[in-house]
């Protein structure tokens, strides 16, 4: 196991040095004019392409002065001052992360990292959630899009392997962008790690609509997607008949969800009945597409209950990996950090998961896995030297891997505790650029 897992870091780490050295490849992701682009990065100076794409990818999350001062020193260079580095890293398109990210995924996917779930098939999630971002006008009035002055905020959209536990694709988008919309829209115009039409995509009952199911019906390998009773005359039927299954053809129907997209096709789709989570609860009806031969009822009921695992992943993503907290305030500053923290929470997941997989099948009495607290400090040292040769790199990363399996901790199964809802507030004096209360 911890061999595959060199082999994967080493091939990831050749490929940011050669993206970062060749300038072909480089060009690519510099923002400037092209006159100005041919000379930008030649000249010998601190903040080199190399070292700017290495301090993105560590997640700065103190006080920026400090997080450079102690990121110079440790690359044993001179110290410049934050709006340096502010100034220089405007000229890196974040799209070089969100690439690093698929490569990185899709090397897993070749390495067999990223498991099938049945069938053949890879088994995905989608769904959003509401992102912070620090107030600015500019930000302001993209994102929000609104002219009241309460909290600014984005909408995220996240893609999952609900097998692999690993981050697929996301996007920040304006917080009043349909969700729907803003899936199929990250799914369209962004390369995708896994083989569409090898991926199965799970979703809640926010999606269900007739256009977007005819497009994961001809483009991708499926999907399960939960309905409410208004979405259409045929799933409000199905809920009062008390079948467990039934095929259907469904129609368009007058609400909003397939009446603002082009006109779709009927499809035919498998109706099935889920067990309620409480008794006289309405019944939950999942539609897919799969066939009943190789997805029987009880495998659709398994496909929707692993679902849960994007609620988790995006959980942990926000409050863990804390992707809501920004080095700098300006858009692109925002979307670098942001696929940067995507990209670091693939990378620790690659390691960590496999790792619990390798503990898990040990003989012990007690179940125990690796400490989430200290993986995330390791990564950070690890994403420090993936520009560095090969040597120290593979000495960091046998590093990682020894002290993830030294870093311990012990599952207890069925453990919960009540969920602190934090207030946002809305009015006051002062708005600060920050979205979270620093630690003392």
């Known amino acids: ?133 620090p107030y600015t006008l500019s930000l302001y009035m993209k994102y929000r899009q609104r002219t009241d002055r309460n909290h600014n905020l984005a909408r995220g959209v996240f893609i999952t392997d609900l097998t692999g536990r690993t981050i697929l694709a996301a996007d920040m988008v304006p917080n009043k962008t349909e969700e729907r919309k803003a899936a199929l829209a990250l799914l369209q115009n962004h390369d995708f790690p896994l083989e569409l039409k090898s991926s199965v995509f799970v979703m809640d009952r926010g999606y269900p609509g007739l256009y977007l199911m005819n497009w994961f019906h001809d483009n991708t390998g499926g999907f399960i997607i939960r309905a409410k009773r208004d979405t259409n005359k045929q799933i409000a039927a199905f809920m009062d008949s008390g079948l467990k299954e039934q095929n259907v053809t469904l129609c368009l129907s007058g609400n909003r969800r397939d009446i603002d997209y082009p006109t779709p096709a009927p499809l035919a789709v498998r109706l099935v009945r889920y067990p309620s989570f409480d008794k006289g609860d309405e019944p939950i009806v999942l539609i897919t597409d799969l066939d009943a031969e190789t997805f029987p009822v009880d495998k659709i009921v398994e496909a929707y209950r692993l679902r849960w695992h994007i609620e988790t992943e995006i959980g942990t993503a926000k409050n863990e990996l804390q992707i809501e907290i920004f080095s700098g305030i300006r858009e692109c500053c925002i979307r670098q950090d942001f696929f940067a923290a995507i990209l670091m929470y693939n990378m620790e997941s690659l390691i960590r998961i496999p790792l619990n997989e390798k503990l898990a099948s040990g003989k012990t009495k007690k179940r125990y896995q690796v400490d989430m607290n200290c993986t995330w400090a390791l990564v950070g040292t690890l994403v420090e030297a993936l520009t560095m040769p090969e040597k120290i790199f593979d000495r960091k990363l046998t590093l990682c891997v020894k002290f993830f399996l030294r870093m311990l901790s012990i599952q207890r199964p069925g453990r919960s505790s009540p969920r602190i809802k934090r207030k946002i507030k809305l009015y006051g004096k002062y708005i600060t650029f920050t979205n979270y209360k620093r630690g003392i």
């Open 1 to 133: 196991m911890e061999e595959k897992i060199r082999v994967i870091f080493n091939a990831f780490r050749e490929h940011i040095v050669e993206v970062c050295d060749d300038k072909s490849q480089r060009d690519r992701y510099i923002v400037c004019p092209p006159t100005k682009k041919a000379t930008l990065f030649t000249r010998v100076r601190v903040w080199t392409f190399r070292l700017l794409v290495t301090a993105i990818m560590a997640c700065f999350r103190r006080t920026l002065s400090v997080e450079i001062m102690e990121f110079l020193e440790k690359e044993k260079l001179p110290q410049t001052t934050p709006e340096a580095f502010i100034k220089r890293r405007g000229f890196i398109s974040c799209d070089l992360f969100r690439d690093l990210n698929t490569w990185l995924l899709k090397t897993a996917a070749d390495n067999e990292f990223i498991k099938k779930w049945t069938g053949d098939k890879y088994l995905c999630a989608i769904d959003g959630t509401r992102l912070s971002l």
